[in-house]
């Protein structure tokens, strides 16, 4: 008895692997239902195995690297020093720029309080700190703008720090 059960497991195992083993013969068949999908760089080609106008040409989305990283750098009152988080997002920008060679525009801003001219000049410290890191990354001089807006573009209107703060930044543009 068990000897004949082990010949039967046996026998049933060695057909389960040959089972698994079996092709369905479509993919040297060229059927119907084979496809093949090439995917280089940004460019996916979806072959059906069909006749040529069949053959399916998608171009994926560009991702952009800095969708999740910030843009607009904030400062404390009357400053113009960049924080760590900034510093860090910065980093990444600087890589971007350095592959890309794209330009960018910084805009420096400040807050309601204090007079235009002091407001035009803080902005321009704030706008100076960013371009200043991002060529400390390697990022050309050439490649940068940097410009103030003072108090003329206020993101958050109110005689209040909340908004005040939200002010108090620099945007790469």
Known sequence: MIKSLKLFLTAFALVGFLAGCASNGDSEQGGEDSST???TDNT???DT???D???IDTTD???DPLENVDSVFYFEFDQSILNSAARAALTVHAEVIK???NAV???GHADERGSREYNMALGERRANAVRDFLVLQGVSASLIEA???GEEKPVESGSYESSWSRNRRAEIK
């Open 61 to 63: 989305v560009d991702v």
């Open 49 to 51: 195995g069909g006749s």
């Open 37 to 39: 999908t090439t995917t």
């Open 53 to 55: 106008d069949q053959n």
């Open 44 to 46: 996916t080609t979806t």
């Open 105 to 107: 525009r910084i805009e």
């Open 147 to 149: 410009v103030s807006l």
């Open 99 to 101: 592959n890309t060679s």
